[in-house]
């Protein structure tokens, strides 16, 4: 059984950053790619970025050059460091694991307001 667990969501001003994190467990991370996902209130959830196992990355244009996404297979976690943050960025951010089965993780709120 797949767990993917995000964390460092919360409330930030216009400019500022935040570093999500999505730890996994249960299953082969190395070897999947991995994405995260966000959805505004009454949005659609629309990718955001993904990395491959070898660490290829895509973006959405609303966000090159603002995000990165990372991962550290021995700990089985992906970093998605998100600078220069504005109030479109603000959602529910989701973690995804790619594969046989998609799996998704809970969701973290990012609020972005002065």
């Known amino acids: 059984q797949v767990q993917l667990v995000e964390s460092g969501g919360g409330l930030v001003q216009p400019g500022g950053s935040l570093r999500l994190s999505c730890a996994a467990s249960g299953s082969s991370f190395s070897i999947n790619t991995m994405g995260w996902y966000r959805q505004a209130p009454g949005k659609r959830r629309d990718l955001v970025a993904t990395i491959t196992s070898g660490g290829s990355t895509n973006y959405a244009d609303s966000v090159k050059g603002r995000f990165t996404l990372s991962r550290d297979n021995a700990k089985n976690t992906v970093y998605l460091q998100m600078n220069s943050l504005k109030p479109e960025d603000t959602a529910v951010y989701y973690c995804?694991?790619?594969?046989?089965?998609?799996?998704w993780g809970q969701g973290t709120q990012v609020t972005v307001s002065s």
């Open positions: 995804k694991m790619f594969g046989l089965h998609a799996y």
